[in-house]
Each structure stands twice: as structure tokens, then as C-alpha cells.
């Protein structure tokens, strides 16, 4: 019996809107997978976007013609567009209803094979434990170790390709009510530990209350702080976003240079090696914060040359001429 065999086979959501390109390729990887049970939610096409519903018609025919082994397949399709914090959040909601725990995997996530085994293994694991609230496929530390073990423990809940249970769900708030109770009694200083990570997170939850950004996964990341709940990251990266800089992208439209795009996939060593004592591992979170959440102006400056050293193949854009 392998070990997919003993933990059960995770149920996968497949998040999918209008990139047949990446989708297709996620798809290959979802096949090796062959999940028994597949939900896969695609968001209806955004008005006055030129071809986009032709892509998103693209999108759902690739589903159609992939999935070619035994399983029970679900679909939310919407005729209208419902924008990424309500269409994620509602096929979140239809998932967790019917599933106790599961996989997720947006259409621009690409997983290593070990992805799989390594969240079957976890959501087995912890699926009683009131400590931890996700799983993630994404390590961002730059090949900098955290600790000795397979995974460590983190308050940062990176969703490109990630795994967890009905009951970290439920305690998603879209309103994200309670958070400036929780900041004033000293929730981010105790995570982060200085004035400007908290003052980092509190502009970037302002701007999201104010409806600048149309997005689910802050109120799940809050979710997770407000409950004393860790997120469970790998020691090496599992799952690479393919999707910055490609049409039809939302969140990762310009920067196909930008430092966690495409970033390479390692295999996982099992057995997995269980961290001993639940610690939070916070120095490796602030060095996430620091290099790719808020890197600093210097940082984001050398960003931007790289970027444009990459796009012009030179120079010449800081003079205003493009080859």
C-alpha cells in the first residue's frame, strides 16, 4: 500500500478563469494526480473585455477534454462575472460544504509531483489539530534553511497551491470584523514584532476595507492570526506561479521579472521529517516580508531595472529609447 493509499486521496478545487495556456499546463499535473473527486469553478467573463469570454468558453472545453480517468467531476461555472473575492470566496464555500478537507490549485499554479503527497500526508496528520490552519505548497526563503525539518511553522498563509480542512474555512470573515481590536491588543507586534511590518499590514488592510483590492485571501490570512493558527510551508518550494505577465492574469499582470514569478520547483525528501516542538519559525517571515511582500524602495528599485534591463535588452529605457 503506497502512501496515498493509506491517507486517503485529497479532493482537489481547481480554480480556472481565462488563461487556456497555464490552465493546460496545470492540468497536466492534475492528471498524474488523477484526484477521485474534482471541483473546478471558473468566474463568467468580464464585460467589454475582448475576447475574453471566448477564452473562458477556451478554459472550460480544456476541462472538458482532460479529464479522461475515473472521477466524480463538479462544476461552478457563473454566467456573469462575480470579480476574484466573491467568485473564489463563493467556490470556496461550495467545496468545504461538501468536502471535510481538500486541495486547492489556481489555473496559474503549477505543482511539483510531490505537491500532492506532501499535503495528503499533512491533512491527515493535522486534521484535528485546532493549531494549524493551512498547508501551503510555497516557500519563498531563496534556498535559505529554516530549520532541520520538512516543513515549519508560519503565521503567512501563501495560497498558490495550498491544502486545509472545512474548519479553517468556516472561520473566514470577509468583513474581516475585529481586526483593529486584534492589532490594538497587540496581534501583529507579537506575530512581526516591530512598527513597520504592523504598520506594512495595517495600510495593505485599509486599502482592502476600502475596496482597492478585490481579493479573498486577506480575510483568510486574518482569519488564521485571529484564531492562533499557524500555516504549515515546506522547506523547499512545491508549487511555481507560471501565470505574472501573461494575458488574462489579475493579480500578477506586469512583472513577469518580478522575484516570486516562476520561482523553480524541488522534490520533498520522505519520509517527512515533523518539526518536535510548535514553534513559530518568525525570522524566516520577516525575511519573507522583507524581500518579496514589502521589500523596501532600494529593492523594489533594483526590481525595476531588472525588469526593464530584461524587457528593452539594454539600457536604453532610462533614456527613452526603446529597440
Known amino acids: 500500500m503506497d502512501n496515498q493509499e493509506k491517507h486517503g486521496q485529497a479532493p482537489l478545487l481547481f480554480l480556472v478563469f481565462n488563461r487556456p495556456d497555464t490552465t493546460e499546463r496545470v492540468l497536466k499535473a492534475i492528471r498524474a494526480y488523477r484526484p477521485e473527486r474534482l471541483y473546478v469553478a471558473c468566474d463568467g467573463p468580464r464585460l467589454g473585455r475582448t475576447g475574453e469570454e471566448e477564452a473562458v468558453l477556451k478554459v472550460r472545453q480544456c476541462i472538458a477534454d482532460a479529464v479522461d480517468w475515473p472521477c466524480s467531476l463538479q462544476t461552478l461555472y457563473r454566467d456573469t462575472n462575480l470579480g476574484c473575492k466573491r467568485a473564489v470566496s463563493s467556490a470556496l464555500d461550495w467545496f468545504f460544504e461538501q468536502e471535510e478537507q481538500g486541495i486547492v490549485l489556481e489555473d496559474d499554479c503549477l505543482p511539483h509531483p510531490d505537491f500532492w503527497r506532501f499535503c495528503n500526508e499533512l491533512l491527515h496528520r493535522y486534521a484535528d489539530d485546532e493549531r494549524f490552519f493551512m498547508i501551503s505548497g510555497n516557500n519563498f526563503q531563496e534556498g ?28 473566514v470573515d ?62 523547499v ?87
Request: with cysteine.
Open 174 to 235: 470577509l468583513e474581516i470584523q475585529g481586526f483593529d481590536d486584534w492589532v490594538q491588543g497587540g496581534g501583529l507586534k507579537k506575530l512581526f514584532g516591530n512598527a513597520r511590518w504592523t504598520k506594512a499590514w495595517q495600510k495593505t488592510f485599509d486599502r482592502y476595507r476600502q475596496g482597492r483590492y478585490n481579493t479573498w485571501d486577506y480575510p483568510f490570512l486574518f482569519a488564521a492570526w485571529k484564531h492562533n493558527q499557524f500555516a504549515l510551508l515546506p522547506c
Open 237 to 323: 518550494n512545491l508549487v511555481s506561479n507560471i501565470g505574472f505577465g501573461t494575458a488574462g492574469a489579475t493579480h500578477t499582470v506586469s512583472d513577469v521579472y518580478h522575484s516570486l514569478s516562476a520561482i523553480p520547483t524541488e522534490s520533498i525528501r520522505f519520509p517527512l521529517k515533523h518539526p518536535v516542538q510548535c514553534q513559530h519559525q518568525q525570522s524566516a517571515d520577516l525575511r519573507t516580508l522583507r524581500t518579496k511582500m514589502f521589500p523596501s524602495p532600494v529593492r523594489k528599485l533594483w526590481r525595476f531595472l531588472v525588469f526593464n534591463l530584461h524587457r528593452y535588452g539594454g539600457m536604453p529605457f532610462l533614456f527613452g529609447r526603446q529597440r
Open 144 to 171: 535559505e534553511p529554516v530549520n532541520d525539518d520538512s516543513y515549519y511553522y508560519s503565521a503567512l498563509t501563501h495560497i498558490w497551491g495550498w491544502a486545509s480542512w472545512r474548519r479553517s474555512w468556516l472561520k
